[in-house]
């Protein structure tokens, strides 16, 4: 296994985004001489959203040394960016933290993660944390509960937590996990290398997608109207859920 595995994963319901996702993932991987790993199957009664712990776990135990998750509504717009560059030896776990004028809080959907045993103790007390299960923000409240330097008590996170020591962290600029058009624009940066439509409506996030491949190397190739770039997607040769 490669020193850094880029991982995702997504439902049939996501499938209209998440193919386009992957489409940008498997280039990525491909330029910098990354892994590139799809692991369905994983047993999680769970919403969703956490089956990416899981996911991160499975990794490592195969011997990822860092695993870099790409939540499915996101895509790669600068490829020629490598997330190996964010890299330090004292720092595991490698997130943006989202600025809305009022409050930061980090955005676990686009995150790099060392094989370490504080990842290891991370992502366990990540899990353990079950009142979030059906929390709106799933896996992501259980992340805030843990590492949010803001008081987020008015969406349902715990006001008796105890935040954990964050020096093994290392916030990363917005440009690793820019989301356009919310808070007047606070959480998008000038210069993307991934765009994440979280938040955004289905067919917001597809056409959303489908404009920013357009304007990719990888969706320059070929240059197919939406309709055909879809279809072409989902005769990918990548594995596609069941």
Not at 7 to 22: N, P, R
Not at 142 to 149: D, G, I, R, W
Not at 217 to 242: E, F, H, M, N, T
Request: net charge neutral; charged share 25%; aromatic share 12%.
């Amino acid at each position: 296994m490669s020193r850094i595995v880029c991982t995702t994963y997504y439902d049939t319901h996501f499938a209209v985004v998440g193919d386009i996702c992957l489409r940008t993932m498997r280039h990525y991987a491909e330029r910098h001489g990354f892994e590139l790993a799809y692991l369905p199957g994983l047993p999680c009664e769970r919403p969703l959203p956490w089956y990416k712990i899981l996911v991160m776990q499975e990794l490592f135990r195969r011997g990822a040394e860092f695993v870099f998750w790409i939540d499915a509504d996101a895509l790669i717009v600068d490829a020629s960016r490598s997330i190996e560059e964010v890299i330090e030896p004292a720092k595991d776990l490698y997130v943006v933290l989202q600025d809305d004028g009022e409050r930061k809080h980090p955005n676990f959907g686009i995150s790099l993660l060392r094989n370490s045993a504080w990842t290891a103790k991370f992502l366990t007390d990540v899990w353990n944390l079950t009142q979030y299960i059906d929390h709106k923000w799933w896996e992501n409240a259980a992340v805030k509960h843990l590492m949010s330097p803001e008081d987020f008590t008015d969406h349902g996170i715990d006001a008796h937590r105890q935040p954990i020591p964050l020096d093994r962290v290392k916030w990363l600029d917005n440009e690793w996990n820019s989301i356009p058009e919310v808070f007047g624009g606070r959480y998008a940066s000038s210069h993307p290398i991934i765009k994440h439509y979280a938040g955004f409506s289905m067919k917001q996030r597809r056409r959303g997608m489908l404009r920013d491949l357009h304007g990719t190397p990888i969706g320059q190739q070929s240059a197919p109207a939406a309709k055909d770039l879809v279809r072409s997607l989902y005769s990918s040769k990548i594995p596609r859920p069941c």
